[in-house]
């Protein structure tokens, strides 16, 4: 049997994570969550116009109904502790109104549920800021372990997990990248990922 090369990343949240199971309401770290936004920002960044080719490398990276995929997860936790405790508050004036609102839990709406003398009230559970976990991938083809490792430092820089994400819930930050993103340091840079010639070679390459 080949041996399956593994990589683990150290995990922290930087601002709250709506990540559900079955109810929609119990926080949980879901592995196809994870997958599905890494095949979303595989997809972003390819360059392909051929959709027939586009959908068969995407097949064999990410598996079909036809095969599996070239690479599984796992997510490990000591533990973590859902809330469901109200957001800082952080009031903006509304234009033309005399009240002003919390900007966090208006981009967070949808999440919670207005209760009479006590305001908006989460009807869900959110991993909050600073919840440590790890992510673990198995490489089960060589082939495709940049390509799955440049998904995943996209991701990391531009988006989040879980509900509201587009607003900024959900954003996290790889501990360990300089280790994890190491096979691909020659493309990008990993260290100084924000400036302009960096974010240039991304566009460029997709």
């Known amino acids: ?15 709250p994570m709506f990540l559900a199971g079955a109810d929609g309401k119990t926080a949980e770290l879901r592995t196809a969550s994870l997958k599905g936004l890494l095949r979303y920002w595989w997809r972003a960044f390819q360059a392909e116009s051929d959709l027939s080719k ?3 490398k995407e097949a064999k990276i990410f598996g079909s109904i036809e095969r599996g995929g070239s690479f599984s997860i796992q ?17 903006v004036p509304v234009e ?3 009240f002003t609102i919390n900007i966090l839990e ?15 009230v989460f009807a ?8 440590k976990f ?16 440049k998904a995943f430092y996209v991701f990391s820089l531009f988006g989040g997990v879980g509900s ?29 990922p924000y400036k302009t010639d960096n974010l240039a070679k991304l566009i460029k390459k997709g």
């Open 96 to 98: 033309g109104k005399t």
């Open 54 to 56: 586009l959908r068969d």
């Open 164 to 192: 509201r994400n587009r607003n900024g819930f959900g954003c996290f930050e790889i501990l360990n990248k300089s280790e994890v993103f190491e096979n691909i340091k020659n493309a990008f840079s990993v260290d100084a």
């Open 134 to 149: 790890s992510v673990i991938l198995n490489f089960f083809n060589e082939n495709y372990k940049k390509e799955i490792l």
């Open 124 to 131: 869900r559970d959110y991993i909050p800021p600073n919840t």
């Open 1 to 15: 049997m080949a041996k399956i090369d593994k990589i683990c990343f150290e995990i922290e949240t930087v601002t």
């Open 75 to 91: 997510m490990k936790h000591e533990s973590f502790k859902s809330t469901r405790n109200k957001l800082p508050n952080h009031p």
């Open 106 to 120: 208006y981009l967070a709406y949808g999440t919670y549920e207005y209760e009479r003398g006590k305001g908006n």
